[in-house]
């Protein structure tokens, strides 16, 4: 499917888990691999309509109803095997991430950066986000553009959200913590604790902004994510 979206010439890539396996060597074999019923695209806006065409040509069924009511947004498709979920420019679940300019920047996949912001915005990780963000941080260093984890992409976006950040750090600590249910090796465990550490530090000496630090005066009196109910498939 990701080939036959790049042959169209239509701007859209890859996110999820499966996007994640493709970019990481350790999910797709040993303790973090596993199997994959759903597919995650983003798309820029421009291209969700050639997207649906292309998604119907290869035999996916679009949810009409949910899709004419919420089309600007997002889009669902199935197929017997398989349930496509397409966000359009954006992705917005308990925190929102604009990832219209972000299309371009590797083949097929969202970046890094952001495959690891998508799972570090989820509020009740479970078992599968840990595998999944605990695969980029294990495989792949911390840099300041997008040739490894773009530090710099994650810092800016938390240093300016403080809700984002109230999330995103209490996730990467459960994250070390889960991790134990894995059966990850020793040199993948150390090299966990040491990214966990690294990604934590410097988010925590990022200098905020004046719309951080007036939010974080507020703090938890005034709910700081959404709870999205789950779409039905």
């Not at 919420?70 to 979920?85: I, K, M, P, Q, Y």
């Not at 679940?93 to 083949?107: A, E, K, N, S, T």
């Not at 078992?127 to 300041?144: G, M, N």
């Amino acid at each position: 499917m990701a080939k036959a979206i790049d042959d169209a010439g239509i701007d859209a890539r890859l996110f999820g888990g499966i996007a994640i396996a493709l970019q990481c060597h350790i999910a797709r074999s040993g303790r973090l691999q596993r199997t994959y019923a759903d597919l995650d695209v983003i798309v820029k806006r421009r291209a969700a309509g050639a997207l649906s065409d292309v998604m119907v040509d290869l035999g996916y069924r679009p949810a009409e109803r949910f899709n004419t009511l919420h089309g600007r947004a997002r889009l669902l498709f199935e197929s017997d095997v398989t349930h496509v979920d397409v966000f359009v420019n954006q992705f917005e679940m308990c925190h929102f991430l604009d990832l219209g300019g972000r299309l371009d920047v590797v083949p097929f996949t969202l970046p890094l950066a952001d495959l690891l912001l998508t799972k570090l915005q989820v509020a009740e990780l479970n078992l599968k986000d840990v595998s999944d963000a605990s695969a980029i941080l294990i495989d792949h260093d911390l840099t300041p553009d997008d040739t490894g984890i773009n530090l710099t992409r994650c810092v800016s976006l938390l240093a300016s959200d403080w809700g984002w950040w109230r999330t995103a750090t209490e996730n990467i600590g459960k994250i070390e913590n889960l991790a134990t249910e894995l059966g990850l090796d020793a040199p993948q465990i150390i090299r966990l604790k040491e990214q966990r550490a690294a990604l934590s530090t410097a988010i925590e000496e990022a200098p905020k902004t004046m719309r951080w630090r007036a939010r974080a005066k507020v703090g938890e009196r005034v709910a700081w994510r959404n709870d999205p109910e789950e779409v039905a498939h």
